[in-house]
């Protein structure tokens, strides 16, 4: 094989512009044209954060070793790092000179196809997995044995990949791919997902690229107080490993997490186009507290809340929208550790770094089905507030915050609960489908209310109580119209009600919408009615 399509000058990268129109750049150019685009633009959510971790992966390895001016200077203390992540921000763009010396270094480990070092491959990969382009093309995720019923592609177009798409799947397959993949070495266990598949991803996003580089240049573990190990990318490696499923220490560089190889790979092409690749399960470590992994949020797996915390990476969930996690965004506490990238941000909000008073976290996450042996969805949110929400200026926000989360739910679960009660009265046997669907509707109908109103918040203009007291009274008057809905949509049947006899203690009860309407009406109308137990 020859060398050919060398990443450094080939444009592969999708990227958006000011103006909305979509093209694509090579790696040299991402970097010099950042402050004029406005993001990444990849075909799903998800395969542009493997893109801007390999983009974050260079610029650590470049800027953790040279000041601005190329000169060779590794950070001393934490102080250095901050320094030259403001000088950097005040300049507005990237010194090209320096970044382009340091990738055309390494410039054969950058080729996509390279009879030695293909990019993020092993070159001559056999007694692997074999896959379709299909199964590349993480739009499709096709299988020879799963054929999609209703796929974006078809024909040859689904069959073949030109380099730029191959080499923009590849980051994606190696971060998120799936456990569908048989070990090939005996007493193997399964490959697991790929690294970034188990995680709940966040990014700060800036309003260019440029700014979302830095955002996300963590150049201090956890935004605190200790500098990370000498960066070590893939490219930097001289030996490319080729060992099946191989367990690794946790890296404690951000370059070597960046570009950790969780798939052997290896691109099979015909002529002008990408055809298949052979997959192997790659390295691994231990995810319980790895810390070195700042783009997730977290959760205790403690079982009792008396043990010694024990932070698993939380992957989200695609029916709960992002403001209802709030306190695992910006919480802080002995059993809540929030993402190391809120504490970065926080820290150059409190450094006075940075002059934005808002900042826009964004997620993205894969659901995967059946033990995570396919992808079933790729889904993304994002949630804007004011940055002293995260510094100690906002404490005491933060935690009325996360009451009012709580009051919502239980707003949210009344009007669930007239739903249940009126699907009874008109003889459903349970009602939790009725349920279901109303609580979902609460949840989406004060969505975007919500929304504003955190993004409203000033910590150093408002009063806590003034702002929360507005809040209730719009929030109640959402939940309270999706409840006049409910019940003038009743059926005649559930006004003159049912009586229910419950077999296991023989006990009657008696379910009516007039009565439903006015016990939620009531538990509705303050915050002691909505915490009072009992239905």
Same mark, same amino acid.
């Given at each position: 094989?020859?060398?050919e ?7 592969w ?17 991402v970097?010099?044209?950042?402050p004029e ?8 959510? $998800? ?6 971790r ?5 610029l650590?390895? +470049? ?8 000169e !060779?200077?590794?950070?001393? &203390? ?12 005040? /300049? ?11 990738? $055309?270094?390494? &410039?054969?480990?950058f080729?996509?196809f ?7 491959? =092993?070159?001559g ?5 074999? *896959?379709?382009?299909g ?13 999609r ?7 040859k ?38 690294w970034?598949?188990?995680l ?10 440029? &700014? ?5 240049l963590?150049?201090?573990k ?14 930097? +490696? &001289? ?5 099946e499923?191989t367990?690794?220490? =946790?890296?404690?560089n ?14 099979k /092409?015909?002529?002008?186009? +990408?055809?298949? *690749? ?19 949020i ?10 010694t ?19 695992v ?5 002995? $059993?809540?550790?929030r ?9 150059l ?17 894969v659901? *995967? ?22 510094t100690?200026?906002?404490?005491? !926000? ?5 009451d009012?989360?709580?009051t919502?739910?239980?707003? =949210?679960?009344? +009007?669930?609960?007239l739903?249940?009660?009126?699907a ?12 279901n669907?109303a609580?979902?509707?609460?949840y989406? #109908? ?7 109103w955190?993004?409203g918040?000033?910590?150093?203009r408002d ?8 809040? !209730?009274?719009?929030?109640?008057? =959402?939940i309270?119209?999706?409840? #006049?809905e ?24 008696? *379910?009516?919408?007039?009565e439903?309407?006015?016990?939620f009406?009531? #538990?509705?109308?303050?915050r ?8």
């Open positions: 094989m020859e060398k399509f060398c990443l450094l000058y080939e444009p990268i999708r990227v958006m512009k000011m103006d909305g129109e979509t093209i694509e750049v090579s790696l040299l150019d970097f010099r044209y950042a685009l406005l993001r990444l633009a990849g075909e799903l959510p $998800t395969q542009d954060i493997a893109m801007l390999l983009l974050l992966a260079v650590h390895s +470049v800027f953790e070793r040279y000041d601005l001016e190329g !060779w200077a590794p950070f001393a &203390e934490p102080a250095d790092a901050l320094k030259r992540w403001k000088e950097l921000w005040d /300049r507005g763009s990237f010194p090209m000179d320096i970044i382009e010396d340091y990738l $055309t270094h390494y &410039e054969d480990r080729y996509l390279h009879p030695q070092f293909p990019f993020y491959q =092993v070159a990969l056999d007694k692997a997995t074999e *896959y379709t382009a199964k590349l093309n993480g739009e499709l995720s096709e299988s020879s044995n799963k054929i019923l209703f796929p974006q592609r078809t024909g177009n689904k069959e073949m990949l030109g380099f730029a798409e191959a080499a923009r799947w590849l980051l994606y397959i190696n971060a998120f791919d799936d456990t569908s993949a048989k070990p090939k070495g005996k007493g193997l266990p399964s490959p697991g997902v790929g970034l598949g188990r709940g991803l966040i990014t700060g996003v800036g309003n260019n690229l440029f &700014e979302t580089l830095l955002l996300n963590v150049l201090i956890d935004g605190e107080y200790e500098l990370w190990g000498e960066p070590l990318p893939v490219w930097e +490696v &001289e030996e490319v490993k080729s060992d499923r367990k690794i220490s =946790v890296p404690d951000l370059p070597q997490l960046y570009t950790l190889q969780s798939r052997r790979l290896f691109l /092409r015909h002529e002008n186009y +990408v055809t298949g *690749y052979l997959l192997l399960g790659g390295d691994f470590f231990d995810r319980e507290n790895a810390f070195i992994e700042h783009m997730t977290w959760r205790n797996a403690a079982r009792r809340s008396s043990d915390p024990e932070y698993h990476p939380r992957r989200h969930n695609p029916s709960r929208q992002l403001w209802r996690d709030f306190s965004l910006a919480g802080q506490s002995e $059993t809540i550790r993402p190391g990238i809120v504490n970065w941000i926080a820290r909000r409190t450094e006075g770094l940075i002059p934005h008073t808002h900042i826009n976290f964004q997620t993205a996450s659901k *995967y089905g059946d033990k995570d042996f396919f992808i079933d969805d790729v889904f993304s949110d994002s949630l804007s507030f004011n940055l002293d929400l995260l100690d200026l906002g404490e005491d !926000w933060t935690m009325r915050i996360v009012e989360i709580s919502a739910d239980r707003l =949210v679960f009344q +009007v669930g609960l739903a249940q009660n009126l009874r009265a008109s003889g459903d046997s349970d009602g939790n489908a009725q349920k669907m609580m979902e509707q609460g989406f #109908r004060l969505d975007m209310p919500f929304r504003r955190l993004e918040i000033d910590p150093k009063s806590i109580n003034e702002s929360c007291a507005r809040w !209730w009274e719009q929030e109640k008057q =959402v309270r119209s999706l409840g #006049r409910l019940i003038n949509q009743a059926s005649p049947q559930a006004f003159v009600g049912r009586i229910k006899v419950d077999e296991r203690n023989n006990r009657e009860y008696r *379910y009516n919408a007039p439903a309407y006015n016990r009406l009531y #538990r509705t109308s303050s002691e009615a909505l915490l009072e137990r009992g239905e």
